[in-house]
C-alpha cells in the first residue's frame, strides 16, 4: 500500500503539483526555439495524455501524477516529455521510485537530470523503468529478465518474498488502465554500454 | 479502501487539471494548422477529383474501402471476405460462392494487407490483392470493375499475416503463416508444440493475362511466427523478406515466452531458386483441400473448386534458398527500400530499427560466414549483414514506407508518432506525432520502386476524441502529412471504416480512365439472364420456380405472377437492361431471409426467396433509379402447398 498518511497533505501536494503541472507548458512555450514552432506545440499539448476523460481506469501516467510519493517522477517525466508514451494502449509496466528513492540518488543529480540539456539522459533512464507488459509481482518471480524501453534489460531477483528488479524492491502494484505501477524504493541507474 | 480513495481523488483532480488546461491546448494546437495553408491542400473543390486513391483495408469489416486523397472523402467499400447487405454480395446465388472454404460458408475474415500488382516494381494497377487472416485466404480484386474475383483459401496456414505481398512482375502472391500448426492438421498435444509445429510460406503464381492465383510451392518453414514480409526489388529482386518472432517456439504465454531472445529472425528466401527447383520436378505433391474461388465476369457467376493437392518444399532440400537474419526484439515490419538495397526490421519491443544491406548478406552468403543453424537453416552473423542502426529515440516501432528520395518514415506505436529519417546516413530528419498508437502507414507506391512521395497516411488504432464522440465503439482515425517538404505537415484527420490495417495508394490517374462504367448486356453469358423483356419467363422445375426476370426504368417483366406456392423455392433471376453508366436498379422482396440485390446494368443476379405464408406479397426496386422508383413494384400471389393454381406472369395485363 502506499504509505499515505494524511488526506490534507495529499490534497495540498497535489494542488503544488497541479500548479506546476498548468504552469510548466507556458514556462516551455515561451523557452522554446522559435525555428518549428508549430510543430513543437502540437508534441508537447496534444496526445492522449491530454484527453478530458474523467470516467476511465487511470492509466499509469494518471496513478503517478495522483501520487504525492512520486512527485519527482512526474516532474521527470514532463520534463522528458514522456507523458504522451505513458498514456497509450500499453500495456505498460512502470516502476516508479518514490521521492526518497530519487531523494537517495547523489546530491544534484536529479536538478541536473532536469535540465534541459540533459533532456536524452533523463529519458533514457525513465525509459529503463517502463516495460512493454502487464505482470504482477507474483508472475515477475517466473522472470530472469526484462527487456525495457530503453532498449535494454534489466535483471529480475525473488528475494525471499520481495522481487527486486534491476536492485529495486517491488514496494506495492497499483493496477492502471493500460498496465500497471510497481512502486520501487530505488532509481534503477541502466548500465553503461 | 486507503488506496481506492486516494485513487478516485487523483483522477478527480487530474480531471479538473485538465479542464484548466486541456481544452486551451487543444485550441492552440489547430490554431496552428490554419496558420498554414493546410485546408487548401485538402480541399477538393466540389465535382473536382482527388489525386491519389487510397485503398484501406478492413480489418475486422473483411472488407476493402476506397478513399480519395487527400480528401479523405469514402468513395466505395468493396465486399470481399464479409457478406454485404448493400449490394448482396455473398448473398446472391452469384456471389455465395465467393465465400465457399474447407471449412464451409465463412461469410467474414479479417482483412489486412492489400496491394497493387506491380510491373518492373511500379504499380500497374491491375489488380489489388488483400488477405483474409482468420481462414486463410486471399483474394484479387479487379481495379477495373472494383470487384472481388478471386479468392483462393490457404491450406497448412492459420492466421494468414505475412500477406498478401507481390514480387515485382507480380509473378506470385506471398501469403505467410503466422501461426505455426501441425502440418498436416492432426490431433497432438499442444504442448508439444516445439519442434513439431510448422509454418508455411506460400507463392501463388498469379497468371499474367488473367490475374488467376494458383498455389505454385509452399515453404514448410521451422515453427515460429511469421508476422509480415516484403519481396526484394531491383537488385533483390528473386528474394523475399519474413519477420518472424517467437523464435522461441512457445505454445503459452506468448507475451512472456516469445519475448526471451534478444534477436529473432528475419527469413530471407531465394524464390527463384525455390521456383526453379519446383519447375524440376523438386518438392512433395501433399494431399491438401482448399478452395479456389472465381467470379467470371461474362456469367457474373462465381464457382469454387475443391483443390487437393498441394506442393511443399522442404528448404532444407534447396541448398542456397533460405538464410535467417537475427533481428533484434521480435520484429513487426518487415520493409524493402526502393533500391532493394535495404531490408528494414521494426523490433516492436524496441526503441531501434535495424536495416540489414542486401550487399552484405550476399557477400556473407558466399562466404559461408554463418552463425550456427536453426533446424538445418544458416544462420547468418548479425554485424555481418547489418548496414545500420537508426537511433530513433521513439518506442515501439512498427513499418517503414519511402519517398523515393532517399528516406524512410516508420511509425511508432507506443509513442505515437511517425518519425521521417533519411536511408544509408540512418539520421532522424523529422517526427511529427500521430493520434493516436499509429499501426501501419502508407505512401502511394511507397513499398514499389518508384513511390509518389507527396502524402503519407497515418493509420492510427485509437481514436479517443479525435472526433465527436459516437459511444464506446468509433472509427479509427487516420491523419494525412504533407511530405513535400524537409518537414512533414499535418494536413488533415479523417475517420476510416473498420480496422485499417495496411493500404495501398496509387495515382488517380492510372486507374480512373480504366474505370468501368456498366456491363454489356450482349456479353451477358448467364446461364438465366433475360436478354430482352420478350424473354421473360417463369418455369417451374418440381418445387423451384425460376423467375427469369428483366427490369428498366421503370418496372420489372414481369410485375405479377401467380401459381408459387408455400414451400416452393422461388429463384428471382434478375437482369439489369440499363445500358447506361450508374443506372443500377434494386430488388427487395417481403420476408427474404437473406438480403437485397444490387445489381448494375448489363448484369443478373440472383435471390432465392422462400415464401412461408399464404398471401400476395409485393417486391420492389430499393435503387432510386428514376422519377418513377415508386413505381416500380410487383406483387407474387403466393397459394397454400396444395393449391392447383397454374404458373402464370404478367406485365400491363
Known amino acids: ?193 | 479502501m486507503k488506496k481506492h480513495t486516494y485513487l478516485v481523488m487523483g483522477l478527480l483532480g487530474f480531471a479538473a487539471l485538465l479542464t484548466s488546461c486541456g481544452n486551451g491546448n487543444q485550441g492552440k494546437g489547430s490554431s496552428g494548422a490554419l496558420n498554414s495553408s493546410n485546408a487548401e491542400k485538402v480541399y477538393v473543390a466540389p465535382g473536382e477529383h482527388d489525386e491519389f486513391y487510397a485503398f484501406m483495408s478492413g480489418g475486422y469489416s473483411g472488407n476493402l474501402t476506397v478513399y480519395g486523397l487527400p480528401s479523405g472523402r469514402m468513395f466505395k467499400e468493396i465486399p470481399v471476405f464479409s457478406q454485404f447487405p448493400t449490394s448482396g454480395y455473398g448473398y446472391s446465388e452469384e456471389t455465395k460462392p465467393m465465400l465457399n472454404t474447407s471449412h464451409g460458408f465463412v461469410p467474414w475474415d479479417d482483412s489486412h494487407h492489400p496491394d497493387i500488382s506491380q510491373t518492373n516494381g511500379e504499380l500497374d494497377g491491375r489488380w489489388i490483392f488483400i488477405n483474409g487472416n482468420n481462414t486463410p485466404r486471399i483474394a484479387r480484386i479487379s481495379l477495373s470493375t472494383f470487384e472481388t474475383e478471386e479468392i483462393i483459401e490457404v491450406p497448412n496456414s492459420a492466421g494468414n499475416h505475412s500477406s498478401s505481398f507481390v514480387t515485382e512482375n507480380t509473378e506470385y502472391v506471398v501469403a505467410g503463416t503466422r501461426f505455426s500448426v501441425p502440418i498436416p492438421q492432426r490431433d497432438m498435444p499442444i504442448n508439444q508444440y516445439k519442434g513439431n509445429f510448422q509454418g508455411s510460406l506460400s507463392f501463388i503464381s498469379v497468371d499474367p493475362e488473367h490475374g488467376h492465383m494458383d498455389i505454385k510451392f509452399q515453404i514448410i518453414m521451422p515453427g515460429f511466427n511469421y508476422d509480415l514480409s516484403h519481396p526484394g526489388r531491383g537488385k533483390s529482386h528473386g528474394w523475399f523478406f519474413f519477420t518472424t518472432y517467437n523464435t522461441e517456439e512457445a505454445s503459452t504465454l506468448q507475451e512472456v515466452n516469445s519475448s526471451q531472445n534478444d534477436k529473432d529472425f528475419i527469413a530471407a528466401i531465394n524464390w527463384k531458386k525455390v521456383e526453379e527447383y519446383v519447375n524440376n520436378g523438386g518438392g512433395t505433391k501433399m494431399p491438401a483441400n482448399y478452395a479456389h474461388n472465381v467470379y467470371d465476369e461474362s456469367t457474373h457467376t462465381a464457382t469454387t473448386t475443391m483443390k487437393k493437392e498441394v506442393v511443399t518444399v522442404n528448404p532444407l532440400d534447396v541448398p542456397g534458398a533460405v538464410f535467417f537474419l537475427p533481428t533484434p526484439k521480435s520484429p513487426h515490419g518487415c520493409d524493402v527500400d526502393p533500391t532493394g538495397q535495404y531490408i528494414i526490421g521494426n523490433g516492436k519491443l524496441s526503441a531501434d530499427l535495424t536495416i540489414h544491406s542486401f550487399d552484405n548478406m550476399i557477400a556473407a552468403i558466399e562466404g559461408k560466414k554463418f552463425d550456427g543453424e536453426a533446424y538445418g537453416i544458416p544462420i547468418l552473423k548479425f554485424e555481418d549483414v547489418l548496414a545500420g542502426t537508426v537511433k530513433s529515440g521513439g518506442l515501439g516501432p512498427l513499418h517503414t514506407e519511402f519517398d523515393g528520395e532517399g528516406n524512410a518514415y516508420t511509425t511508432f506505436f507506443i509513442s505515437s508518432e511517425v518519425v521521417k529519417w533519411k536511408l544509408g546516413t540512418w539520421e532522424v530528419i523529422d517526427r511529427k506525432p500521430t493520434y493516436y498508437s499509429v499501426g501501419h502507414l502508407m505512401i502511394p507506391g511507397g513499398n514499389s520502386r518508384k513511390p509518389f512521395g507527396k502524402y503519407v497516411v497515418a493509420l492510427n488504432k485509437i481514436t479517443k476524441d479525435r472526433y465527436l464522440p459516437v459511444g464506446p465503439e468509433m472509427e479509427h482515425s487516420a491523419q494525412i502529412y504533407d511530405i513535400s517538404g524537409d518537414k512533414m505537415e499535418l494536413l488533415y484527420d479523417f475517420p476510416t471504416h473498420g480496422e485499417p490495417h495496411y493500404a495501398a495508394g496509387i495515382p488517380a490517374e492510372l486507374l480512373a480512365p480504366k474505370s468501368k462504367k456498366f456491363y454489356k448486356l450482349a456479353d451477358n453469358k448467364h446461364p438465366y439472364a433475360t436478354l430482352g423483356a420478350a424473354d421473360s419467363k417463369v418455369v417451374r422445375e418440381g418445387k423451384e420456380v425460376h423467375i427469369y426476370m428483366s427490369t428498366i426504368r421503370s418496372h420489372f417483366t414481369p410485375d405479377n405472377i401467380e401459381g408459387v406456392k408455400v414451400g416452393d423455392k422461388v429463384y428471382f433471376h434478375i437482369t439489369n437492361q440499363e445500358q447506361d453508366f450508374d443506372v443500377p436498379h434494386g430488388f427487395a422482396v417481403i420476408g427474404a431471409n437473406n438480403s437485397e440485390l444490387l445489381i448494375m446494368p448489363g448484369q443478373t443476379k440472383t435471390l432465392v426467396w422462400e415464401p412461408k405464408q399464404v398471401g400476395v406479397w409485393p417486391f420492389y426496386c430499393t435503387d432510386f433509379c428514376s422519377a418513377l422508383h415508386q413505381e416500380m413494384q410487383g406483387y407474387v400471389r403466393v397459394s397454400p402447398a396444395n393449391s392447383n393454381i397454374e404458373l402464370s406472369w404478367s406485365l400491363g395485363d
Request: net charge negative; glycine share 6%; aromatic share 6%.
Open chain 1, 1 to 193: 500500500m502506499f504509505p499515505i498518511t494524511n488526506l490534507k497533505a495529499f490534497i495540498l501536494s497535489f494542488l503544488m503539483l497541479g500548479a506546476m503541472f498548468s504552469c510548466k507548458n507556458e514556462a516551455n512555450t515561451a523557452t522554446s526555439p522559435t525555428q518549428d514552432k508549430a510543430g513543437t506545440e502540437e508534441i508537447e499539448k496534444q496526445g492522449q495524455a491530454f484527453i478530458d476523460d474523467d470516467g476511465s481506469t487511470p492509466n499509469v501516467l494518471q496513478i503517478a501524477i495522483g501520487s504525492p510519493d512520486h512527485t519527482t517522477l512526474v516532474a521527470a517525466v514532463q520534463a522528458a516529455e514522456l507523458e504522451n508514451a505513458l498514456v497509450n494502449a500499453g500495456p505498460l509496466m512502470v516502476f516508479a521510485p518514490t521521492n526518497e528513492a530519487f531523494a537517495a540518488l547523489p546530491e544534484g543529480t536529479v536538478e541536473d537530470l532536469l535540465k534541459p540539456e540533459n533532456k536524452a539522459a533523463l529519458a533514457n533512464i525513465l525509459k529503463y523503468h517502463v516495460t512493454a507488459g502487464n505482470y504482477s509481482k507474483e508472475f515477475l518471480m517466473k522472470f530472469k529478465k526484462l527487456g525495457q524501453a530503453n532498449d535494454q534489460n534489466v535483471a529480475v531477483e525473488v528475494v525471499r518474498e520481495d522481487v527486486l528488479v534491476g536492485g529495486a524492491k517491488i514496494l506495492a502494484s497499483v493496477p492502471a488502465g493500460n498496465g500497471i505501477v510497481h512502486v520501487v524504493d530505488k532509481v534503477m541507474l541502466p548500465p553503461t554500454e
